[in-house]
């Protein structure tokens, strides 16, 4: 991990902490040193920032690597429906390919 990345991250952040771009930015980062904090601004952008297609893949990913089944498939759920809307088609079927491997992994458990 970058520190300087990390701090001009933070610095963004905080001069405006509305981004979608930044909070996603440090929710990436911070999966590499810090998993709850980057459960908190994936979390910030799922709650205020739900059409940011960007987010779904990896917080359901994320959500799933830490064995919150349930909220792992929510987010897959709310991901599909908000690509669909958005008809960011690329981003619907990457999602959608995450999500049927999620169903058959959880399937064999």
Do not use: C
């Amino acid at each position: 991990m970058n520190n300087s990345r990390l701090e001009l991250l933070l610095q963004y952040y905080k001069e405006d902490p509305d981004d979608p771009f930044t909070i996603y930015a440090l929710a990436t980062e911070y999966l590499k040193i810090d998993v709850q904090k980057s459960v908190n601004y994936f979390s910030i952008l799922l709650e205020n920032h739900e059409g940011y297609t960007g987010t779904y893949y990896h917080a359901a990913n994320l959500f799933y690597k830490l064995g919150q089944l349930e909220k792992a498939e929510e987010v897959y759920k709310k991901g599909l429906e908000i690509t669909l809307k958005a008809r960011d088609m690329k981003a619907n079927q990457e999602l959608r390919s995450a999500y049927n491997q999620f169903l058959d992994e959880i399937s064999e458990d």
